[in-house]
């Protein structure tokens, strides 16, 4: 099975940035999309970026506009880059890569904890 290795989180202060990456361990045959969700305590799962293989991006509304979503110069690499954190970004963020034309064909990362706090 393909895996995804995460990096980039850690602990930041409220109006700092930290960036996100995620790389898968082998080259996919059909990247159809990568991005992250995110979970916290008490929270429900929701999906913070998105970009699809044609260079489409999709942003969750609390975080756009402070959110980029990039893909690196490797193949099947993406970058979420957060700027001007809030402590309601605080969260276990997950990244997936989606290979095949359906939600099922999806492979997740570990998660990566950021956390925005004084």
């Known amino acids: 099975q393909v895996r995804l290795e995460e990096s980039g989180g850690g602990l930041v202060q409220p109006g700092g940035s930290l960036r996100l990456s995620c790389a898968a361990s082998?080259?996919?045959?059909?990247?159809?999309?990568m991005g992250w969700y995110r979970q916290a305590p008490g929270k429900q799962r929701e999906l913070v970026a998105e970009?699809?293989?044609?260079?489409?991006?999709n942003y969750a509304d609390s975080v756009k506009g402070r959110f980029t979503i990039s893909r690196e110069n490797a193949e099947n690499t993406v970058a979420l880059q957060m700027d001007s954190l809030k402590p309601e970004d605080t969260a276990r963020y997950y990244c997936?890569?989606?290979?095949?034309?359906?939600?099922?064909?999806?492979?997740w990362g570990q998660g990566s904890q950021v956390t925005v706090s004084l």
């Open positions: 970009i699809t293989s044609g260079g489409t991006t």
């Open positions: 997936y890569i989606q290979y095949g034309s359906d939600i099922q064909y999806r492979s």
């Open positions: 082998e080259s996919i045959f059909s990247n159809y999309a």
